[in-house]
């Protein structure tokens, strides 16, 4: 029975329209992946930065440092891990820093994922994004450019439709309330306002 319906599902012109637009849409992309890179071994090459996590981390993966390996909280990671991924790149010091960062990974993932859906990253990169996400969740900010990044951070959270452990949660709202009571109080000074062209 329950097979029969799959059947009917896979036979329906709709659900056949659907399935075709989504690969259409799958190649588009990675044929806009390939042709910024300028070919498909370019793309899959390492970046710098993948180069110099790879390079730092390479005692920890001959260890058997794998993507499952890596904590998924950054308090729990093994002491050789933080120095490794923290060490291997300059590390941001400030939320806007660690933002701009992520950003530049997630674009790399989703260049990837655009050529083969079931890629996954590796353990010394996630090791690197975790160690910023936990940046963005906790680090207090300095600028109104960091509290802006703190935002964007958790509208991406959001976006990304599933939950997350709700200390980390609860620790990204502490610390926006923290941003808040510091740009309220002068801690953090306003953003400057756009100067106007012509005469005053």
Not at 58 to 78: I, S, T
Not at 161 to 185: H, N, Y
Request: aromatic share 6%.
């Amino acid at each position: 029975m329950f097979l029969e319906v799959l059947k009917r599902l896979d036979d329906d012109p709709g659900m056949r329209a659907m399935r075709e637009a989504r690969a259409r849409e799958r190649g588009e992309r990675a044929a806009e992946v390939v042709a910024r890179y300028g070919g498909e071994e370019a793309a899959w090459a390492d970046t710098v930065e993948e180069a110099a996590l790879e390079s730092a981390c390479r005692h920890l993966r001959e260890g058997g440092l794998g993507l499952f390996d890596v904590p998924a909280n950054v308090r729990d990671f093994p002491d050789a891990l933080r120095r490794a991924a923290m060490e291997a790149l300059p590390f941001p010091d400030t939320v806007a820093g660690a933002w701009d960062e992520h950003a530049r990974w997630e674009r790399r993932a989703d260049d990837l994922a655009a050529l083969n859906p079931d890629w996954s990253p590796s353990g010394p990169t996630e090791a690197r994004r975790r160690l910023l996400e936990d940046v963005l969740d906790r680090l207090p900010a300095r600028t109104f450019a960091d509290v802006q990044a703190r935002l964007s951070w958790m509208q991406h959270v959001l976006d990304l439709g599933f939950t997350r452990d709700i200390a980390e949660d609860q620790a990204c709202l502490d610390a926006l309330k923290a941003d808040v009571e510091a740009l309220g109080s002068g801690a953090i000074p306003p953003a400057a306002a756009p100067r106007r062209e012509g005469r005053a």
